[in-house]
Nanobody, 114 residues
C-alpha cells in the first residue's frame, strides 16, 4: 500500500523560506509525475507545482519564481523549496501524483505570519 508522508512545514515570517519533503513508499515512484498541492482554510485543494518523470516542472502563477519542485528518485522523495513566502501561502501542503493516484497523506502545515 502506498503511503505519502509530508514534512518540513512550520511557522515562518513573511519573506522567509521553508523546504518541504514528501516520501512515497510502496510504489514505483520514478514512473509518476508528482505534484505538490495545498489547501487553505475554507478553500479547495489546489495544485501548485508539478514535476514530470523527465524532470520538467510547472507552477501555478501564484507561486511561480518563488517555489521550486524537485525529486530524488533513489530516495522516493519529492521536495518543494519555498522562498519569499507570503501570508497567502498559509495552507496545509500535500504531495500526490499529478493524477492523484494515491490516498492523501496528512499533509504538513505551513503558516506565514509575523
Amino acid at each position: 500500500q502506498v503511503q505519502l508522508v509530508e514534512s518540513g512545514g512550520g511557522l515562518v515570517q513573511p519573506g522567509g523560506s521553508l523546504r518541504l519533503s514528501c516520501v512515497v513508499s510502496g510504489s514505483i515512484f520514478r514512473v509518476y509525475d508528482m505534484g505538490w498541492y495545498r489547501q487553505a482554510p475554507g478553500k479547495q485543494r489546489e495544485l501548485v507545482a508539478v514535476i514530470t518523470v523527465g524532470g520538467t516542472t510547472n507552477y501555478a502563477d501564484s507561486v511561480k519564481d518563488r517555489f521550486t519542485i524537485s525529486r530524488d528518485n533513489p530516495k522516493n522523495t519529492v521536495y518543494l523549496q519555498m522562498n519569499s513566502l507570503k501570508p497567502e501561502d498559509t495552507a496545509v501542503y500535500y504531495c500526490n501524483t499529478r493524477r492523484q493516484n494515491f490516498q492523501w497523506g496528512q499533509g504538513t502545515q505551513v503558516t506565514v505570519s509575523s
